[in-house]
């Protein structure tokens, strides 16, 4: 075991850097997910069947790719096609129609989890579909998944580990550096992975708070 405490000490300022970066990719990225989610959840459930095929192939095509392979599609294809993104932004994007995706199935599972007779007493009432999945479906949907969507989000700040193949420099990113630098692994990594322990930690606490909060609900 190579472990030494000054090559650790000296790899945290940069494991830190490293840690900004992931909070920061993962941060949009799970924004970008959730309103992917919820676009996508939302024409999983409608009957409009331009709407929902659509949403049903991006849904299974994401799922059945993995993140690595979506980031190197983005990343090595979009140049070819005469688009040009820089690493971050690709970064975020390929972890986001990803996660998104996930988003979607648990949102359209929350939706449909609702009793249709509240759907349909909104509707006798004249509300129109749009208000009344607005205000009396969405709302209650959504805490009815607050559980899944943190474990999603706890898988999508795991995954930014990825985003290194693509020269983003992230918490791994930082951590391989270092340990190219000073021709040791075990110290660096142990950094790497004391960092991926304190950003997940907090988010495990909650799911499990969120789970307990809505047990019965």
């Given at each position: 075991?190579?472990?030494?405490?000054?090559?650790?000490?000296?790899?945290?300022?940069?494991?830190?850097?490293?840690?900004?970066n992931t909070v920061r990719i993962a941060?949009?990225?799970?924004?970008?997910?959730?309103?992917?989610?919820?676009?996508?959840?939302?024409?999983?459930?409608?009957?409009?069947?331009?709407?929902?095929?659509?949403?049903?192939?991006?849904?299974?095509?994401?799922?059945?790719?993995?993140?690595?392979?979506?980031?190197?599609?983005?990343?090595y294809g979009l140049p070819s096609a005469?688009?040009?993104?820089?690493?971050?932004?690709?970064?975020?994007?390929?972890?986001?129609?990803?996660?998104?995706?996930?988003?979607?199935?648990?949102?359209?599972?929350?939706?449909?989890?609702?009793?249709?007779?509240?759907?349909?007493?909104?509707?006798?009432?004249?509300?129109?579909?749009?208000?009344?999945?607005?205000?009396?479906?969405?709302?209650?949907?959504?805490?009815?998944?607050?559980?899944?969507?943190?474990?999603?989000?706890?898988?999508?700040?795991?995954?930014?580990?990825?985003?290194?193949?693509?020269?983003?420099?992230?918490?791994?990113?930082?951590?391989?550096?270092?340990?190219?630098?000073?021709?040791?692994?075990?110290?660096?990594?142990?950094?790497?992975?004391?960092?991926?322990?304190?950003?997940?930690?907090?988010?495990?606490?909650?799911?499990?708070?969120?789970?307990?909060?809505?047990?019965?609900?």
């Amino acid at each position: 075991m190579d472990f030494e405490w000054p090559v650790f000490l000296e790899a945290l300022p940069s494991l830190a850097k490293g840690m900004v970066n992931t909070v920061r990719i993962a941060g949009w990225a799970a924004l970008l997910a959730l309103l992917l989610g919820l676009v996508g959840g939302l024409c999983r459930v409608s009957r409009r069947r331009w709407l929902n095929l659509p949403a049903l192939v991006y849904v299974t095509t994401m799922r059945a790719v993995p993140v690595l392979v979506t980031l190197m599609f983005l990343y090595y294809g979009l140049p070819s096609a005469g688009l040009l993104l820089d690493a971050t932004t690709v970064g975020v994007l390929g972890l986001a129609l990803t996660s998104g995706a996930y988003t979607s199935e648990v949102l359209r599972a929350g939706i449909q989890s609702i009793d249709r007779g509240q759907m349909r007493a909104a509707r006798a009432l004249g509300m129109s579909y749009g208000l009344a999945m607005r205000r009396i479906v969405l709302p209650q949907a959504l805490r009815r998944v607050l559980p899944p969507l943190t474990s999603e989000l706890i898988t999508l700040v795991k995954n930014t580990a990825l985003v290194s193949t693509i020269a983003i420099s992230e918490l791994l990113r930082a951590g391989t550096d270092f340990m190219v630098w000073k021709a040791n692994t075990f110290s660096p990594f142990a950094g790497v992975a004391l960092g991926y322990l304190l950003l997940t930690l907090p988010l495990i606490g909650l799911n499990a708070w969120l789970e307990r909060r809505y047990a019965v609900t």
